[in-house]
T-cell receptor, first 113, second 115 residues
């Protein structure tokens, strides 16, 4: 039972490079989320989606973009990477909205040098 | 402002030494409180959802309780394998951004259980 799968697990980027973090879920969940987790800080929401074709900004969206063309996939795009984007990125999904638990992938550890 | 505060930041216990972790929250109209466990290098793993004051949930050595302003995660006779960071989260007060599904997370309590 795969759940939420994120790739890659680790990545080092140079300043100004771009990349896409992949996230896929096999639970047929409608809602998907991207969070970042910095040392000593709580998880911060970057973007979320309530279904295919529908996305919206979270608390810290600057420097990121998302798309949701299918129920299963929710990629996160970093354009013009900056050192401030060094973080651990988690993708999560839930069946419906805020009264349902979210299920997380194991994260992508991204360093920007 | 919606906020989730967890205490203590870190807790060291001897194996078998019971204790409690605290999660206090300030949101309007609580729509659920979630507890997660996070192991190093892994994503948060869902443990419990509590929806109303007085509610309790149990899983092995863990018991979560909820009042109108806080939740406790009680750990009874912990074992070294209970060592992890425990996260608490609540949905924000609507109509805040992401209120359709977002969660506000605390910074977590890092629990270490020594044999």
């Amino acid at each position: 039972n795969a759940g939420v799968t994120q790739t890659p697990k680790f990545r080092i980027l140079k300043i100004g490079q771009s990349m896409t973090l992949q996230c896929t879920q096999d639970m047929n969940h409608n809602y998907m989320y991207w969070y970042r987790q910095d040392p000593g800080m709580g998880l911060k929401l970057i973007y979320y989606s309530v279904g295919a074709g529908i996305t919206d900004k979270g608390e810290v969206p600057n420097g990121y973009n998302v798309s949701r063309s299918t129920t299963e996939d929710f990629p996160l795009r970093l354009e013009l990477a900056a050192p401030s984007q060094t973080s651990v990125y988690f993708c999560a999904s839930s069946k419906t909205g805020s009264n349902q638990p979210q299920h997380f992938g194991d994260g992508t550890r991204l360093s920007i040098l | 402002e919606d906020q989730v505060t967890q205490s203590p930041e870190a807790l060291r216990l001897q194996e078998g030494e019971s204790s409690s972790l605290n999660c206090s929250y300030t949101v309007s109209g609580l729509r659920g409180l979630f507890w997660y466990r996070q192991d190093p290098g892994k994503g948060p793993e869902f443990l419990f959802t509590l929806y109303s004051a007085g509610e309790e949930k149990e899983k092995e050595r863990l018991k979560a309780t909820l009042t109108k302003k806080e939740s406790f995660l009680h750990i009874t006779a912990p074992k070294p394998e209970d060592s992890a960071t425990y996260l608490c989260a609540v949905p924000p007060s609507p109509p805040t951004w992401g209120s359709q599904g977002n969660l506000i997370f605390g910074k977590g309590t890092k629990l270490s259980v020594k044999p």
